[in-house]
């Protein structure tokens, strides 16, 4: 299925879509004992076409190269992480992808109100935040295929178990012409997850900390932002 998706070219104008899926904060409930976070986001960027998917990984190689590793060249860095670049670089990476075509679809769940059996099922919790949030998403019918891109963090179990529950979900919505495939990766060969990395965190900090200074810098790029109760 990969094999194939990757031959897709851009003809008439129908380009494939290019899905990156990441979450901020954690899934953790034990609010007596830890410290868990309030809120659980999970985020998902689309890009359509390869050449914007181009723009997107050579502006987060270009980011690191001149505002993470420009100063420390003795720890080199090999991926964006939102905790430990600081605002300016967030920035920066975004004037990178101006040109670029993408939009972005985010869910934050209240934890506090999750269904309760879910709270001791974490990968299912997980699978079905994600099937929520592939729902919003309304573009795929006009797509020749899409590759959906998870970071690898899952035990092999896990991932299966996820890619069986999203793949019942998307063939019960999209066209049957329409090949997806979903593959599972390590974020530090992947730039566009560091992206989406950034993204994501920045939904979480708007709702965890009320701090919405980086949100408000690529707010018109989100196509669904809610927060779910």
Aim: include cysteine.
């Amino acid at each position: 299925m990969g094999e194939i998706l990757r031959k897709f070219k851009n003809v008439w104008g129908i380009v494939m879509l290019y899905l990156y899926l990441d979450e901020s904060g954690d899934l953790g409930f034990d609010f007596v004992n830890h410290n868990p976070s309030k809120f659980f986001t999970v985020s998902i960027l689309a890009i359509k076409g390869n050449e914007n998917r181009k723009i997107i990984s050579q502006a987060v190689k270009r980011t690191i190269k001149n505002k993470v590793n420009h100063k420390n060249k003795k720890r080199l860095a090999n991926e964006l992480k939102a905790v430990s670049v600081p605002l300016s670089t967030k920035k920066y990476f975004l004037r990178q992808i101006e040109v670029a075509e993408y939009s972005i679809y985010s869910l934050t769940f209240e934890k506090m109100n999750l269904f309760f059996d879910l709270v001791y099922n974490k990968p299912r919790c997980y699978n079905w935040m994600t099937g929520l949030l592939l729902d919003k998403i309304n573009s795929f019918d006009t797509e020749v295929g899409f590759l959906f891109t998870v970071d690898k963090s899952k035990t092999k179990y896990e991932i299966k178990e996820f890619n069986d529950y999203i793949r019942k979900n998307l063939e019960r919505k999209i066209n049957p012409k329409i090949s997806f495939d979903i593959k599972h990766r390590d974020s530090t060969a992947n730039p566009c997850l560091s992206a989406i990395d950034l993204f994501t965190w920045g939904f979480f900090r708007k709702y965890e900390q009320k701090d919405d200074r980086w949100f408000s810098c690529y707010k018109d790029k989100v196509v669904y932002d809610s927060l779910h109760k």
